[in-house]
């Protein structure tokens, strides 16, 4: 399995709304090849910390759907997003190869 994790942070009196776009979200990404979980994460310590975890069954899945439409447009639409500080947000990404379970 692959997983990679895109953390960010938001003022936190915006991550209520942040979570509900998540929650709201498009799931595009749940109809590519290999896919196996979405998770959106919230730092119990700080509340304006969050991570999307995504879980694919290889690293090859994974990179496909980076290179696909439906991801460019996932992040085209975020780009696009009426709250300019929030749409300004760039995640630290980290990728990983589950070793062991």
């Known amino acids: 399995m692959y997983t990679v994790f895109s953390t960010f942070d938001v003022p936190q009196e915006k991550s209520e709304e942040v979570i509900r776009i998540y929650q709201n979200r498009s ?3 749940d109809r590519a090849e290999g ?3 979405f998770l959106l994460l919230q730092n119990d310590r700080r509340p304006g910390e ?3 975890q995504l879980i694919f069954d290889t ?3 994974y990179l496909n759907w ?3 439409e439906d991801f460019r447009r996932i992040h085209e639409l975020e780009k696009k997003y009426p709250d300019q500080e929030l749409a ?3 995640p630290k990404v980290a990728k990983f190869k589950v070793v062991a379970k």
């Open 88 to 90: 300004s947000i760039i």
């Open 50 to 52: 969050l991570t999307v």
């Open 27 to 29: 799931r595009l990404v």
């Open 59 to 61: 690293k090859e899945n």
């Open 35 to 37: 896919f196996v979980d």
């Open 66 to 68: 980076a290179r696909s």
